[in-house]
């Protein structure tokens, strides 16, 4: 091999090996840490790109709180309307109940962009229905405010909150 192209290929085995050392080192102690790049060989310069800070998946805080609203829509056996309040966790989980012309619970996810999925269940009977509540989630200053639809085999109407972002 020409000496001209051997400095390039040695550094970049020390850079790798350097790495390797690292990635092992870490994995047997139990923590974590960004690879530092290798001393540079005379004549040769090694650079390393920042590593970007992790991003988180959980619900942002802004869209952590409480909010209270309306349902209303058509049923099998006509309108149907009534209360709910539901809460958003930092993690993006949704626990919630409701009361009207049906009683139930939701369970969901809000995503970090607002995006609601939830599901309840409505009605007895041959006329009992899942239910799925889709809307999106926005805050304005300390307020969150919800807008949406929901709807089922049986059912659908529309539905709409606000609250204290906490």
Same mark, same amino acid.
């Given at each position: 091999m020409h000496k001209s192209r051997l400095i390039p290929v040695c550094i970049t085995l020390v850079l790798a090996l350097a790495l390797l050392i690292t990635i092992?080192?870490? %994995?047997?102690? @139990?923590?974590?840490?960004?690879p530092t790049p290798a001393a540079t060989t005379t004549g040769a310069v090694a650079t390393a790109s920042p590593t970007p800070a992790p991003t988180?998946?959980?619900?942002?805080?802004?869209? $952590?709180?409480?909010?209270t609203g309306t349902y209303s829509g058509q049923g099998? %056996?006509?309108?149907?309307?009534?209360?709910?309040?539901?809460?958003?966790?930092?993690? @993006?989980t949704i626990? @919630?109940?409701? *009361?009207?012309?049906?009683?139930?619970?939701?369970?969901? $996810?809000v995503d970090t962009s607002g995006n609601l999925n939830a599901t309840g269940t409505a009605g007895s009977g041959v006329n *009992?229905?899942?239910?799925?509540? $889709?809307? %999106?989630?926005?805050?304005?200053?300390?307020?969150?405010?919800i807008q949406g639809t929901w709807s089922g085999s049986?059912?659908? @109407?529309?539905f709409s909150a606000t609250g204290p972002a906490s």
């Open positions: 092992v080192g870490c %994995k047997s102690s @139990g923590t974590t840490s960004t988180s998946t959980s619900t942002s805080q802004a869209l $952590q709180g409480t909010l099998p %056996k006509g309108p149907e309307s009534g209360t709910f309040s539901m809460t958003i966790y930092g993690n @993006g626990e @919630g109940s409701y *009361a009207g012309s049906h009683t139930g619970t939701l369970k969901g $996810q *009992a229905d899942n239910v799925t509540w $889709q809307g %999106k989630v926005t805050r304005s200053g300390k307020s969150l405010n049986k059912r659908s @109407g529309t």
